[in-house]
């Protein structure tokens, strides 16, 4: 409960198995925080607001953690839609093409919040140094590159896979705002020498070249894509408050 504003928490509560924790400092990164420092088991999955698991989500993610004890860090990929009002054309594209895009510039494979899960161990190691600040960072690439600069072994497994809403990717204000916080994020793990850690689990350039470059093409349509639909969906979702429009 991160001061919320509708009526999630009231019916959270109707469920005997969920335990509601608070946390009054707003952002993503301090209710992540709270979330983390809060559960019990060896594992702790993570999933975004608006994701929907797919099937045995959580028995592959718990296999996964169990057949492999170096393991400290696992993410899987997202069924997102393309355009507004069609739920039919969906697919993974977009979530590769960021992993593609990331872990190229990252030399080292990063998690994605929505579909995610970490150690617990993993994360005690590294809980007092994340960035709180969701304006600062990506916090889901922050805390991966805590781990991966601490020698943590990260996966991707494109069978952890979840559905989402794709459309608020293409909202341009949203992706000139990713992007500017992937930038200082590279930046921060740069300078605090996490991207130069020895022990870091680096990927090499020909591994991820091809991936890079498919990425680009698809980063360059899609900004095509948000700099046509941007008078629309400023017009719907702002200006006549549709927020449904971007969902």
Not at 48 to 77: I, N, P, Q, Y
Not at 88 to 99: A, D, N, W
Not at 232 to 241: C, E, I, Q, R, S
Request: proline share 2%; with cysteine.
């Amino acid at each position: 409960d991160n001061n919320c504003q509708d009526r999630t928490v009231e019916l959270a509560k109707k469920f005997s198995f969920v335990r509601v924790i608070e946390e009054r400092s707003q952002g993503r990164g301090y209710a992540r925080t709270a979330g983390f420092n809060n559960a019990l088991g060896d594992v702790i999955g993570r999933i975004d607001a608006d994701s929907r698991l797919e099937k045995h989500w959580v028995e592959r993610v718990k296999a996964r953690f169990e057949t492999d004890s170096e393991l400290m860090g696992l993410t899987g990929v997202g069924l997102t839609s393309f355009l507004p009002g069609v739920a039919s054309l969906r697919s993974t594209l977009f979530s590769r093409s960021y992993y593609w895009f990331v872990h190229a510039e990252f030399h080292t494979i990063t998690m994605w919040g929505a579909t995610m899960a970490v150690r617990k161990q993993a994360w005690d190691a590294v809980a007092y140094k994340v960035c709180l600040d969701d304006n600062l960072v990506h916090e889901d690439q922050d805390l991966s590159l805590w781990i991966a600069g601490n020698g943590g072994k990260i996966i991707q497994d494109n069978e952890v896979k979840i559905s989402t809403s794709g459309q608020t990717y293409r909202y341009l204000p949203k992706l000139l705002h990713y992007r500017t916080l992937f930038a200082r994020t590279k930046k921060l793990h740069t300078k605090n020498g996490n991207l130069r850690s020895p022990v870091l689990h680096r990927l090499s350039w020909r591994t991820t070249a091809p991936g890079l470059v498919a990425s680009l093409l698809l980063g360059a349509f899609l900004g095509v894509v948000s700099l046509v639909f941007f008078p629309l969906d400023y017009l719907v979702a702002v200006k006549l408050k549709k927020h449904d429009w971007l969902s």
